[in-house]
T-cell receptor, first 113, second 114 residues
Framework: QKEVEQNSGPLSVPEGAIASLNCTYS??????FFWYRQYSGKSPELIMS????GDKEDGRFTAQLNKASQYVSLLIRDSQPSDSATYLC?????????????FGKGTKLSVIP | DADVTQTPRNRITKTGKRIMLECSQT?????MYWYRQDPGLGLRLIYY???????NKGEISDGYSVSRQAQAKFSLSLESAIPNQTALYFC?????????????FGPGTRLTVL
């Protein structure tokens, strides 16, 4: 079964530290990878997309993709209490005639002031 | 104004009732999706539509139906609601012209079936 796996956490980091969130996926041919942030009771918000191996930076966020290892990560530099949320990894998994964005169950991040 | 709106935002209904959740978008996107989110199970795709004439089942379509009334409108129906359909429901959109993969979510509908 094709899956997207994340550590559920909670992951606690002190304010100003780097938070590292990890995700593995089972489908070797996946090409599209996303990170969403979801505050409690709110909808998921897209924060990063990455399609090629390597790093992609956007402000304090860096997404890292390693297709050979089927691994995607999100680094948050200078973590702030406002970054406390659940982070969802999402992958477009292949399938005959189908298209689905499959989500991991999320990692809850807590940034301690 | 919000780009993706969902109505109602909260709904409590009884087992066996028919209920419709509506989604509208002003983003001009052609693709629309319905998900449900349950604690411990994450987000799961119910149905998706790539244009007005296209409807596809997702991972968990049993017990649900959809209608794409226009490019901007996509509704989800529960013909006979049951308690295990209690969940948070999200509508999402994406745009084929920008690759179609990045999805943007509405605010959600919290549905309780008693």
């Amino acid at each position: 079964q094709k899956e997207v796996e994340q550590n559920s956490g909670p992951l606690s980091v002190p304010e100003g530290a780097i938070a590292s969130l990890n995700c593995t996926y089972s489908d070797r041919v996946s090409q599209s990878f996303f990170w969403y942030r979801q505050y409690s009771g709110k909808s998921p918000e897209l924060i990063m997309s990455i399609y090629s191996n390597g790093d992609k930076e956007d402000g304090r966020f860096t997404a890292q993709l390693n297709k050979a290892s089927q691994y995607v990560s999100l680094l948050i530099r200078d973590s702030q209490p406002s970054d406390s949320a659940t982070y969802l990894c999402a992958v477009i998994l292949s399938g005959a005639g189908s298209y689905q964005l499959t989500f991991g169950k999320g990692t809850k991040l807590s940034v301690i002031p | 104004d919000a780009d993706v709106t969902q109505t109602p935002r909260n709904r409590i209904t009884k087992t066996g009732k028919r209920i419709m959740l509506e989604c509208s978008q002003t983003k001009g996107h052609d693709r629309m999706y319905w998900y449900r989110q349950d604690p411990g199970l994450g987000l799961r795709l119910i149905y998706y539509s790539f244009d007005v004439k296209d409807i596809n089942k997702g991972e968990i379509s049993d017990g649900y139906s959809v209608s794409r009334q226009a490019q901007a409108k996509f509704s989800l129906s529960l013909e006979s609601a049951i308690p295990n359909q209690t969940a948070l429901y999200f509508c999402a959109t994406s745009d084929t012209q920008t690759g179609g993969d990045e999805q943007f979510f509405g605010p959600g509908t919290r549905l309780t079936v008693l």
